[in-house]
């Protein structure tokens, strides 16, 4: 028994009630462990959400999310944008992309980047080891732009509130390439009033 949980735990599988939220983040296939990675068709879209490449992105999540889950999701959306949205993925070769060991057991640090993009729903699990990331991600929540710096906070103002009106007299929508179409409806609208 304590094989086959050494052997589950090496290959970041969930082995305690703790972890029952979380499927097996891999599949195994001759001692390697790879990932099925997709894009993930949410409520995040261009209409109300930030492009994976965009400054919006760099600036503001990469503090929440931490530089090898930023990291991570876009070096797996620059791949799936290669291919036709749907690819097949070394775990142990993301790893060493990234600079981390090839290890992927549950508390490795490329396990925990990409727990990470699951806690915060930028990416979800789809069955064992098939996992979709969101190629757009959403406007900070209210509760995560109270943990901004004083600089951040003003820059993150400034930055919603210029895309906004810059879009209202323009008449226009922005394209996703343009990082923002930015709506009323959005959980920080109101707190955008001014700059």
């Known amino acids: ?21 979380y499927k097996p983040l891999y599949i195994l296939d001759d001692g390697k462990a790879f ?9 995040y879209n261009s209409e ?5 490449r965009s400054f919006y992105l760099e600036r503001f999540w ?10 991570l999701l876009r070096m797996i959306l620059m791949e799936l944008e290669q291919s036709d949205n749907f690819k097949l993925m070394s775990a142990e ?5 990234m600079g981390l060991s090839a290890n992927t057991s549950w508390n490795s640090p490329f396990s925990r980047s990409l727990r990470r993009l699951l806690d915060f729903k930028l990416a979800k699990q789809f069955g064992l080891g098939h996992i979709a990331i969101c190629q757009y ?11 901004l710096t004083a600089e951040s906070l003003n820059i993150h103002r400034q930055f919603i509130y210029q895309f906004k009106h810059k879009e209202a007299d323009a008449g226009t929508n ?8 930015f709506t009323e409806s959005s959980s920080i609208a109101t707190m955008v009033a001014r700059p």
Not at 174 to 181: A, E, I, Q, T
């Open 48 to 52: 109300n959400s930030f492009y994976f």
């Open 35 to 43: 990932i099925k990675c997709s894009i993930w068709h949410n409520s």
């Open 1 to 21: 028994m304590s094989n086959l949980h050494s052997e589950e735990e090496k290959h970041g599988f969930e082995i305690s009630t703790r972890r029952q939220s």
């Open 93 to 97: 070769e993301l790893c060493l992309r």
């Open 62 to 71: 990469l503090g929440i999310l931490g530089p090898s889950s930023t990291w």
């Open 137 to 147: 991600v959403p406007p900070l929540s209210c509760r995560q732009i109270k943990s």
């Open 174 to 181: 922005f394209d996703s390439d343009n990082y923002l179409r």
